[in-house]
T-cell receptor, first 116, second 111 residues
């Protein structure tokens, strides 16, 4: 079975400060890892993914994430937070190299609150 | 623009009533998924379909049913057997690429 843990229900950060949203995962085989963002009453929007290659992945809106295989982590980061980054963030994992057969498993989400 | 359309945006159900949530995509994606979102529980998979005329149960399929008669459409019916249907429902699709494309969701409330 595969699983994702997002240990923080909420992360608070001041605008202009760096932010980190934590994610650890468990999956057999090679992991495909994803971050999505959700604004109120909206669907999930794709931010970035790790499939293979460079452990540091850059995505939309200045976000990046670092894949750490030994720690089974995929933390989301941004050097300078904006108030408009305030939203609900989901980490997801699926087993790689399985075509459309495998499904995404999502974490419980972390609410990011950026204040002035 | 290509994308996924979910309708209606808000839906109210009376006790004992079946309701159907619509999900249509024009992305030519093979696989489609239905998730349920409750506060603090993330997204839980209800049903998924990898090809037309085929679908599988997810983690919380009881009280729900689906059909996949066309590639573009994957409607979800919430039956009276679902005892706690109030939630936000999300439809998603995926082709042979890596990630999912999500619709904007339907909020179902029991009245």
């Amino acid at each position: 079975a595969q699983s994702v843990a997002q240990p923080e229900d909420q992360v608070n950060v001041a605008e202009g400060n760096p932010l980190t949203v934590k994610c650890t995962y468990s999956v057999s085989g090679n992991p495909y890892l994803f971050w999505y963002v959700q604004y109120p009453n909206r669907g999930l929007q794709f931010l970035l993914k790790y499939i293979t290659g460079d452990n540091l992945v850059k995505g939309s809106y200045g976000f990046e994430a670092e894949f750490n295989k030994s720690q089974t982590s995929f933390h989301l980061k941004k050097p300078s937070a904006l108030v408009s980054d305030s939203a609900l963030y989901f980490c997801a994992v699926r087993r790689g190299n399985t075509g459309t057969a495998s499904k995404l498993t999502f974490g419980t989400g972390t609410r990011l609150q950026v204040t002035l | 623009d290509g994308g996924i359309t979910q309708s209606p945006k808000y839906l109210f159900r009376k006790e004992g009533q079946n309701v159907t949530l619509s999900c249509e995509q024009n992305l030519n994606h093979d696989a489609m998924y239905w998730y349920r979102q409750d506060p603090g529980q993330g997204l839980r998979l209800i049903y998924y379909s990898q090809i037309v005329n085929d679908f599988q149960k997810g983690d919380i399929a009881e009280g729900y049913s689906v059909s996949r008669e066309k590639k573009e459409s994957f409607p979800l019916t919430v039956t009276s057997a679902q005892k706690n249907p109030t939630a936000f429902y999300l439809c998603a699709s995926r082709n042979t690429g890596y990630g999912y494309t999500f619709g904007s969701g339907t909020r179902l409330t029991v009245v």
